[in-house]
């Protein structure tokens, strides 16, 4: 039990490191609210896309897309938004919060914190199929986030906005560019891959560095039923119920590995923007992303300790 122990804080512990390294710089006052602002629009719009096309276009499609691993996490993904709809409707009195709570409730971290996870357990093999899964459920995470705060904030959901949000993008244009290459195994030119990875190694340390330099530990203390019903359903329902289903349906090592950290992980920061300029309640979307990243040290560490110590990672 030891060695699973030390096995998941090897993962974890470098993650929540880094984040705790951009806390206190930001409260130093050695990188500000502008850095924050830039640093996270390079990682999403620049180095994150690179990093992403670099591990997809250089690895085999075939060894790295499982598609049960894909399907449980597509069809559980739908299945969480539905139970956290009925959710919502029974224990969260302002109609106004619902989507707010429904959105944190199922919106991991992936893109981050999920990546982070998979490549400090499997290195890039880890990191091509993560990268495969992200791809897919981000396009599932949109939709399904637009979808419920549009009927809780105006009563209704414009496909077309919705549309034209995937099709821009860059993290879904960038995989999509780098699946032709893996399909037909092309590879890539040398320097392209050198230019490239610059700036895909950039990317977890600052994404990291952003995310903990930007949580809002002064929100904590507000809204705490709806807070509490969102992280149950983000911490531990949701990753338990994937993980099962894929330890039910036969997925394992890497594959099952992925599914877990990659749902398991804390509400993305997107969703606090998405509720800011759909003209929700931000203060809670903030609350809710400040405590399931500090609740998912905890959860993160066991569920990918149990898994190692049943020998099914």
């Not at 039923?225 to 289903?245: D, E, H, N, Q, Y």
Request: charged share 10%.
């Amino acid at each position: 039990m030891f060695e699973s122990l030390l096995f998941s804080l090897s993962i974890t512990g470098p993650i929540f490191i880094v984040m705790a390294l951009g806390i206190w710089l930001n409260n130093s006052g050695q990188i500000n609210d502008n850095f924050i602002d830039v640093g996270s629009k390079l990682v999403f719009n620049v180095t994150l896309p690179a990093l992403l096309f670099i591990n997809v276009a250089n690895t085999p499609l075939h060894s790295a897309a499982n598609l049960t691993m894909l399907s449980i996490g597509v069809i559980g993904t739908v299945m969480f938004y539905i139970l956290l709809e009925i959710a919502a409707r029974w224990w969260i009195t302002e109609p106004r919060d619902r989507g707010v709570v429904v959105q944190g409730g199922f919106r991991a971290n992936m893109g981050i914190i999920g990546l982070a996870y998979c490549f400090n357990a499997y290195g890039n093999e880890g990191l091509a199929a993560a990268s495969i899964y992200l791809g897919i459920v981000t396009i599932i995470y949109n939709v399904l986030s637009v979808i419920t705060l549009s009927r809780w904030l105006d009563g209704g959901f414009n496909l077309r906005n919705t549309l034209r949000g995937i099709a821009r993008n860059p993290i879904i244009l960038s995989i999509l560019a780098a699946l032709p290459l893996a399909w037909f195994e092309l590879g890539l030119p040398g320097w392209v891959e050198r230019t490239g990875s610059y700036f895909a190694q950039m990317t977890l340390p600052l994404a990291l560095l952003c995310t903990g330099a930007s949580l809002p530990f002064k929100s904590l203390r507000s809204n705490m039923r709806s807070t509490l019903v969102a992280s149950s359903f983000k911490l531990i329902l949701m990753p338990l119920g994937l993980t099962a289903a894929g330890v039910w349906l036969g997925v394992r090592g890497i594959d099952l590995g992925v599914l877990a950290m990659m749902c398991a992980g804390p509400t993305a920061a997107a969703s606090y923007v998405m509720v800011r300029a759909m003209g929700g309640d931000a203060k809670l979307a903030a609350t809710i992303i400040a405590s399931t990243t500090l609740g998912s040290i905890i959860t993160n560490s066991a569920l990918i300790g149990g898994l190692h110590h049943w020998g099914w990672l």
